[in-house]
């Protein structure tokens, strides 16, 4: 089975289609400066092409209207003489015939003017050097108008042709119509037709023509220049623009982005907050629950009987002083600690050496143990909330030094690394101090803290453990909250 092809029409509407699409692509392709330059091209050379045709046109019509003026009172100069005795009869007399004839042949007046024409005012022809058919008639159109006065210029002898070449003459003749006036009266008497040469008239029009196009040309091509420096300098400030912008809209979606993640982090920590707090409460009624209120409660078991006594009062106070003395102290030191561990420490005056040494101290004091130090020269001015950070650090780390490693080579560095504060906390492991019956989770829980108090300020957090034993905590902080 053979296909049909399709028609000829369609497969022309193809190309075409083809070539629209290949010309867009290469348009869309082009830069903004490169389409401007084109497009702003094309517009001047068409809009000065048209305006030096109209030019042209109107200084040609012009001029030949000036030369032809210029001709017919010239001619009138040398006619006006031999004609006057038309304004009495309609025939021209001929010695007149021959005066002219002589002027057309015999003087200047042959090298501008070749054949020279008589017409009365009803349009009929009464003298031609040419000898036309007498029975011509003048375009009724042309009597009028010279009639009012006017010179009539018409430079299109094709009606001609014939004439002109039985006179052996060039067709390319201007053919002007003038009024003939009375020397006295200066009335019109009758029409005068002379074809005049155009030799002298083309030239002076193709000079004015050349000069005319060659400035529309030079203007043209300034102006061109002029739009493309204009549209190369503006192409320029609209890409420095435009990737000024998209260095904005980058940065800014950077912004953005980090924002986000700052807004995450925060939602995060004010939870992590929450969970916290909540933990630490916990494990502070946990702690008041374990210790304080258990010796209030031994204590409440310790006490006396309130039936009759079997001892004399003095004996009773004395074994009650002695029982209960020993689990009042107890609960007083176990409030001291608790009440330590939540009450800030006075670090508003100290400076950072002083405040990370104060941790140490207290924590010794608390234990009876032993903390070497390795305190480097620290600023004096950081923002307190670094120095409580600090604190807190070192009393955490060490508090769970002291539970799992029962205080064995417990020691504390600090110093500057650039622009950061860096804290070690170590030991060298041991036998762990914790009571069997103390949850594992408060360990962690303090961890979680010391962990939520340095990402809040920027700093970094490293537990690592030692392959002979011990553990080792590093906190590193900002300088600058």
Same mark, same amino acid.
Request: charged share 25%; aromatic share 6%; glycine share 6%.
């Given at each position: 089975?053979?296909?049909?092809?399709?028609?000829?029409?369609?497969?022309?509407?193809?190309?075409?289609?083809?070539?629209?699409?290949?010309?867009?692509?290469?348009?869309?392709?082009?830069?903004?400066?490169?389409?401007?330059?084109?497009?702003?091209?094309?517009?001047?050379?068409?809009?000065?092409?048209?305006?030096?045709?109209?030019?042209?046109?109107?200084?040609?019509?012009?001029?030949?209207? #000036?030369?032809?003026? =210029?001709?017919?009172?010239?001619?009138?100069?040398? $006619?006006?003489?031999?004609?006057?005795?038309?304004?009495?009869?309609?025939?021209?007399?001929?010695?007149?015939?021959?005066?002219?004839?002589?002027?057309?042949?015999?003087?200047?007046?042959?090298?501008?003017?070749?054949?020279?024409?008589?017409?009365? $005012?009803?349009?009929?022809?009464?003298?031609?050097?040419?000898?036309?058919?007498?029975?011509?008639?003048?375009?009724?159109?042309?009597?009028?108008?010279?009639?009012?006065?006017?010179?009539?210029?018409?430079?299109?002898?094709?009606?001609?042709?014939?004439?002109?070449?039985?006179?052996?003459?060039? %067709?390319?003749?201007?053919?002007?119509?003038?009024?003939?006036?009375?020397? /006295?009266?200066?009335?019109?008497?009758?029409?005068?037709?002379?074809?005049?040469?155009?030799?002298?008239?083309? /030239?002076?029009?193709?000079?004015?023509?050349?000069?005319?196009?060659?400035?529309?040309?030079?203007?043209?091509?300034?102006?061109?220049?002029?739009?493309?420096?204009?549209?190369?300098?503006?192409?320029?400030?609209?890409?420095?623009?435009?990737? $000024?912008?998209?260095?904005?809209?980058?940065?800014?979606?950077?912004?953005?982005?980090?924002?986000?993640?700052?807004?995450?982090?925060?939602?995060?920590?004010?939870?992590?907050?929450?969970?916290?707090?909540?933990?630490?409460?916990?494990?502070?009624?946990?702690?008041?629950?374990?210790?304080?209120?258990?010796?209030?409660?031994?204590?409440?078991?310790?006490?006396?009987?309130?039936?009759?006594?079997?001892?004399? %009062?003095?004996?009773?106070?004395?074994?009650? @002083?002695?029982?209960?003395?020993?689990?009042?102290?107890?609960?007083?030191?176990?409030?001291?600690?608790? *009440?330590?561990?939540?009450?800030?420490?006075?670090?508003?005056?100290?400076?950072?050496?002083?405040?990370?040494?104060?941790?140490?101290?207290?924590?010794?004091?608390?234990?009876?143990?032993?903390?070497?130090?390795?305190?480097?020269?620290? %600023?004096?001015?950081?923002?307190?909330?670094?120095?409580?950070?600090?604190?807190?650090?070192?009393?955490?780390?060490?508090?769970?030094?002291?539970?799992?490693?029962? #205080?064995?080579?417990?020691?504390?560095?600090? @110093?500057?690394?650039?622009?950061?504060?860096?804290?070690?906390?170590?030991?060298?492991? #041991?036998?762990? =101090?914790?009571?069997?019956? *103390?949850?594992?989770?408060?360990?962690?829980?303090?961890?979680?803290?010391?962990?939520?108090?340095?990402?809040?300020?920027?700093?970094?957090?490293?537990?690592?453990? *030692?392959?002979?034993?011990?553990?080792?905590?590093?906190?590193?902080?900002?300088?600058?909250?």
């Amino acid at each position: 089975m053979v296909s049909a092809s399709p028609p000829p029409g369609a497969q022309k509407a193809g190309f075409w289609s083809t070539k629209s699409n290949a010309v867009l692509r290469q348009w869309r392709a082009l830069s903004l400066e490169r389409k401007f330059l084109i497009t702003a091209t094309l517009t001047v050379g068409l809009s000065m092409a048209t305006l030096g045709y109209w030019v042209e046109k109107r200084i040609r019509s012009g001029w030949i209207q #000036g030369m032809a003026e =210029t001709g017919a009172l010239y001619l009138e100069g040398f $006619l006006a003489h031999h004609v006057q005795a038309l304004e009495t009869s309609r025939s021209l007399p001929a010695a007149n015939q021959a005066e002219i004839e002589d002027l057309l042949f015999n003087t200047s007046l042959g090298a501008r003017v070749a054949i020279i024409k008589i017409w009365d $005012l009803d349009g009929n022809l009464v003298f031609s050097t040419n000898r036309s058919d007498s029975h011509e008639k003048l375009h009724s159109g042309y009597l009028e108008r010279i009639k009012a006065g006017q010179v009539v210029v018409d430079s299109d002898t094709d009606d001609h042709v014939e004439e002109l070449k039985s006179q052996n003459l060039s %067709p390319k003749l201007i053919e002007i119509y003038a009024p003939i006036y009375n020397l /006295k009266t200066r009335n019109i008497i009758a029409v005068g037709e002379f074809y005049e040469f155009d030799r002298f008239l083309q /030239k002076e029009i193709r000079d004015v023509k050349y000069a005319t196009w060659f400035l529309i040309f030079n203007v043209a091509v300034i102006i061109i220049v002029l739009l493309h420096v204009i549209a190369r300098k503006t192409s320029r400030t609209i890409s420095m623009q435009q990737e $000024l912008l998209e260095s904005n809209f980058a940065r800014a979606a950077a912004l953005a982005k980090r924002n986000n993640a700052l807004r995450r982090a925060a939602d995060r920590a004010r939870l992590n907050a929450t969970v916290l707090n909540e933990a630490y409460l916990a494990s502070i009624g946990a702690d008041i629950h374990d210790g304080p209120i258990q010796i209030l409660s031994l204590m409440m078991l310790k006490l006396p009987d309130s039936g009759p006594q079997v001892m004399p %009062p003095d004996e009773l106070a004395k074994t009650i @002083r002695k029982d209960l003395e020993p689990l009042i102290q107890q609960t007083l030191a176990d409030l001291r600690n608790l *009440s330590v561990g939540l009450v800030l420490p006075e670090v508003e005056d100290l400076p950072a050496r002083d405040t990370i040494d104060l941790a140490i101290t207290r924590h010794e004091h608390q234990t009876g143990t032993l903390v070497l130090r390795a305190l480097g020269d620290l %600023p004096e001015h950081v923002p307190r909330a670094i120095r409580v950070c600090a604190y807190r650090v070192v009393q955490e780390a060490l508090n769970n030094s002291y539970k799992h490693a029962g #205080g064995h080579g417990q020691r504390v560095s600090a @110093r500057i690394d650039g622009k950061m504060l860096e804290i070690v906390v170590a030991d060298s492991g #041991g036998a762990s =101090t914790r009571q069997p019956g *103390s949850p594992a989770s408060r360990a962690k829980l303090g961890l979680r803290g010391m962990e939520s108090r340095i990402k809040a300020l920027r700093g970094n957090l490293a537990i690592a453990r *030692s392959p002979h034993g011990g553990t080792e905590i590093r906190a590193t902080l900002p300088l600058r909250s």
